[in-house]
């Protein structure tokens, strides 16, 4: 059993960052790719951001220079730091993993997801 939780959404005005921070937790032996999407009700999910445990990363062309992802793999938690937050970047965010459990299952896993409110 693995769980993925978020944390760190907010509502927060145009122009301000704000940091989201996810944690894996359970029967894991080692994360391949930690990765962040966002969803609204007009646009399907899309990928925000994601690292992979050789350290490739990949940013979306719409936050590039202003949204980074990081890891801290010995915790299994990663985070994504967004600066310079646009009415345009309001969504929920969603943490996601490609993992390998302890019973050598590999599968991708997803958290609940996190609300991020870009407004005045």
């Known amino acids: 059993q693995v769980q993925l939780m978020e944390s760190g959404g907010d509502l927060v005005q145009p122009g301000g960052s704000l940091r989201l921070s996810c944690a894996a937790s359970?029967?894991?032996?080692?994360?391949?790719?930690m990765a962040w999407y966002r969803q609204t009700p007009e646009k399907p999910r899309e990928l925000v951001a994601s690292?992979?445990?050789?350290?490739?990363?990949e940013i979306a062309d719409s936050v590039k220079g202003r949204f980074a992802i990081s890891r801290d793999s010995a915790k299994n938690e990663w985070s994504l730091q967004m600066n310079s937050l646009k009415p345009e970047d309001t969504a929920t965010y969603y943490c996601?993993?490609?993992?390998?459990?302890?019973?050598?299952?590999?599968?991708?896993?997803w958290g609940p997801g996190t609300r991020v409110t870009v407004s005045s």
């Open positions: 359970g029967n894991i032996f080692t994360i391949y790719t």
């Open positions: 690292t992979t445990s050789r350290g490739v990363t």
């Open positions: 996601n993993a490609r993992i390998m459990t302890r019973t050598l299952l590999e599968d991708d896993y």
